[in-house]
């Protein structure tokens, strides 16, 4: 079978250093890693502005200096890589994104948030369709087997019609509420959002004119277009959470997805009804869900089939969080979707942070 060839840009931390700083069995992480790992690809070529990064990224996954490349352009026209991973910060991947996926590209795997603004992401979702180029977003609870179990339950119908989605810890939006906002669409089937209210705590100080200088942490509601309702809440000790209710039951991920809960319809209580009982949450091998958003893409570029996060889903998860940070200018108006006119815009300008490249143990 046919190996792919893979190409690196942004050789920071998620691009092929993270794996220094999380635990041992939870390997591979990083982009680099998953090409490493997956037997159907080959991490060839690596482009960063930082040479000295670069010759870490060669040293550890067998990069060649001559395959190192300051200018991601000629590593494209040069190299002509399969699968493309764009590990930079969300500034400028729209601009990479849209180059690539023109200029030879079979599949893309792009780090999140995925862009700084709205029409930047919505360039990103032209340039993949108009080129037929896969895409998936480095979401990665889409690709945990935990979630996975949670959705499939939700799916057969056992605890009735799902009917809301809470986050219970959004973080803050481009970093932290991506994962969120993709992971409670994944949940309700990627069905669209119609509307969505929000706001955004102590982050005026950052807003100027539509351009944001630090990530804000958001809250708010969203209503699907199938009647179910999504609550982005800061909640305190309750970090990294996610619950599912649906009219017979609640399936709760806890801990970052480290446990899950069910509660199903137990013993009636003294009025004869039904109270919600501990029930089992099945059994399910843990897997890499960087591998795993790996293979998906090797798997779409074998069969043509799509992505599990193709370009359209990724835009509508992000079109979520300037819909919130919308609301919150708006003073808490509800913003109808799809967004037009969108100017808002993430410009933080801050400097590339410097790897970890060894494991402390």
């Known amino acids: 079978m046919k190996t792919y060839k893979a190409a690196l840009i942004g050789c920071s931390r998620m691009g092929a250093f993270i794996d220094n700083e999380v635990s041992a069995d939870r390997y591979p992480y990083s982009h680099a890693a998953g090409y490493e790992v997956c037997d159907r690809t080959e991490l060839v070529a690596c482009s960063d502005l930082r040479?000295?990064?670069?010759?870490?990224?060669?040293?550890?996954?067998?990069?060649?200096?001559?395959?190192?490349?300051?200018?991601?352009?000629?590593?494209?026209?040069?190299?002509?890589?399969?699968?493309?991973s764009v590990a930079t910060q969300p500034e400028p991947r729209s601009e990479i994104v849209t180059y690539v996926a023109n200029n030879g590209a079979k599949a893309i795997y792009a780090e999140k948030a995925m862009a700084a603004s709205m029409p930047e992401a919505?360039?990103?979702?032209?340039?993949?369709?108009?080129?037929?180029?896969?895409?998936?977003?480095?979401?990665?609870r889409r690709w945990d087997r935990g979630f996975d179990v949670m959705k499939e339950i939700?799916?057969?119908?056992?605890?009735?019609?799902?009917?809301?989605?809470?986050?219970?810890?959004?973080?803050?939006?481009?970093?932290?509420?991506?994962?969120?906002?993709?992971?409670?669409?994944?949940?309700?089937?990627?069905?669209?959002?119609?509307?969505?209210q929000g706001l955004l705590r102590d982050a005026d100080d950052g807003i100027n004119n539509g351009k944001?200088?630090?990530?804000?942490?958001?809250?708010?509601?969203?209503?699907?277009e199938n009647g179910v309702t999504g609550y982005a809440l800061n909640c305190g000790s309750r970090k990294?959470?996610?619950?599912?209710?649906?009219?017979?039951?609640?399936?709760?991920?806890?801990?970052n997805g480290e446990e899950f809960q069910l509660r199903e319809p137990g013993e009636a209580d003294h009025r004869g009804r039904a109270k919600l009982a501990l029930g089992k949450f099945p059994d399910y091998e843990w897997k890499s869900s960087t591998l795993v958003l790996v293979e998906d893409l090797v798997q779409a570029l074998d069969t043509g089939n799509p992505t599990r996060c193709g370009a359209r889903i990724a835009g509508a998860s992000t079109?979520?969080?300037?819909?919130?940070?919308?609301?919150?200018?708006?003073?808490?108006?509800?913003?109808?979707?799809?967004?037009?006119?969108?100017?808002?815009?993430?410009?933080?300008?801050?400097?590339?942070?410097?790897?970890?490249?060894?494991r402390k143990e």
């Open 51 to 84: 040479e000295d990064v670069m010759a870490q990224v060669g040293d550890r996954f067998g990069i060649a200096k001559e395959h190192q490349y300051t200018d991601y352009k000629e590593m494209m026209e040069k190299v002509k890589p399969d699968i493309v």
């Open 122 to 140: 919505e360039a990103m979702v032209a340039a993949c369709e108009n080129n037929g180029v896969f895409f998936n977003l480095g979401t990665n």
């Open 154 to 196: 939700i799916d057969s119908g056992r605890l009735g019609a799902l009917k809301a989605l809470t986050i219970y810890s959004t973080s803050s939006l481009f970093n932290g509420a991506s994962h969120s906002f993709d992971l409670i669409m994944r949940l309700n089937s990627d069905h669209p959002a119609v509307w969505v």
């Open 212 to 224: 944001i200088s630090l990530d804000p942490i958001g809250e708010g509601i969203i209503k699907f």
């Open 240 to 255: 990294a959470e996610w619950e599912a209710v649906c009219e017979d039951g609640v399936i709760t991920a806890l801990g």
């Open 319 to 358: 079109e979520l969080i300037f819909a919130v940070i919308e609301s919150h200018m708006k003073g808490g108006a509800r913003i109808n979707l799809p967004l037009k006119d969108s100017t808002i815009r993430l410009e933080r300008g801050i400097a590339a942070k410097q790897p970890k490249f060894v």
